[in-house]
């Protein structure tokens, strides 16, 4: 069983037969159904089922010559709202399988942030049209966490959150210049991360480390898709699976300057969620490309 299905309330699937029944569920009676003729004359499916509020299973495979329905791969998936990066994109094909992972650089996370595309057969329709994604369109990120836990908020002044946002926005800006190759905006860059470094190493000694970081964004494991992360809830909502009945939390995240949803089993979760309070996680990355905007 995919890892992530317990995250969008399937967390008692015993075997493969009970799998096997969703999964038929999902293609007997599907909520979208994307066909697409790929490149070597293949028609690749993308059937969805939804669960709950924005979430449920994607089966995706191709039709035979006999117009039957041959499974290849499914995965859980949970569709953020919102904008949360406008960067370029590039689209690569994952090795083993008619799935693809996204990359986009944005300033503000500070990482490549690579995520597992939700939409590939809608992807591989403009593809065939020549619409390659780079900077046309947008991408609505959201998160599968198998577990994670709630964390109390660090509290500060007005004036501490007026001057973290214009640190934030300075540093953005520095970063972009950098990108661009100013080398002044690289030596003051290199002079802030000593500074940091420095300030970090003083308060480390009396101060726990959750009360320095405000909110990170990092890559997890071996896996390119997945990140520990962790950030301030700006909203949240409960909902439940219609087939199991199990409760899910869907949390809106703002995490280094970047708002997405996360989505979480409740029985997963350890803590409260409440909007001001941090979640902090391992999520695997998932994004959706607007094409219709």
């Known amino acids: 069983m995919h890892s992530y299905m317990k995250s969008i309330g399937f967390s008692n699937i015993k075997n493969k037969k009970e799998l096997d029944e969703i999964l038929k569920e999902v293609v007997d009676n599907y909520d979208e159904k994307t066909v697409v003729e790929d490149r070597d004359g293949h028609l690749f499916a993308e059937i ?15 039709y035979d010559e006999n117009n039957e ?3 290849e791969y499914y995965f859980p998936h949970f569709r953020g709202t919102g904008i949360t990066t406008r960067e370029d994109i590039i689209i690569e094909k994952h090795a083993g399988k008619e799935s693809f992972a996204g ?3 944005d300033v503000r996370i500070g990482v490549t942030m690579i995520f597992y595309l939700q939409n590939a057969g809608e992807y591989l329709s403009e593809r065939g ?12 990120i959201s998160g599968l966490a198998k577990e ?5 908020p660090v509290k500060k002044e007005s004036h501490q959150v007026k001057e973290d946002q214009e640190t934030a926005t300075n540093r953005n800006r520095l ?3 950098a990108r661009n190759g100013d080398e002044d905006a690289m030596e003051s860059l290199t002079m802030e991360d000593i ?3 420095a300030m970090i190493s003083r308060r480390i000694v009396k101060e726990d480390v959750y009360s320095i970081v405000d909110s990170y964004f990092m890559p997890y494991g071996i896996e390119c898709d997945q990140y520990n992360v962790m950030g301030d809830i700006v909203d949240c909502s409960e909902v439940k699976n219609i087939k199991t009945g199990d409760t899910v939390y869907e949390m809106s995240i703002l995490c280094n300057d970047i708002q997405f949803d996360v989505c979480i089993n409740k029985n997963d979760l350890l803590g409260e969620p409440q909007p001001g309070r941090r979640f902090k996680g391992v999520i ?6 607007n094409f219709n905007e």
């Open 195 to 197: 500074d940091i470094y």
């Open 69 to 71: 329905f041959q499974m």
């Open 148 to 152: 994670g836990k709630i964390l109390l």
């Open 48 to 62: 969805s089922k939804i669960y709950g509020c924005d979430y449920g299973i994607t089966v995706c495979g191709e």
């Open 103 to 105: 990359a986009c650089d």
């Open 175 to 177: 970063l972009a210049a």
């Open 284 to 289: 695997w990355l998932q994004g959706y490309i």
């Open 129 to 140: 049209k020549g619409n390659i994604p780079g900077s046309n369109y947008s991408v609505t």
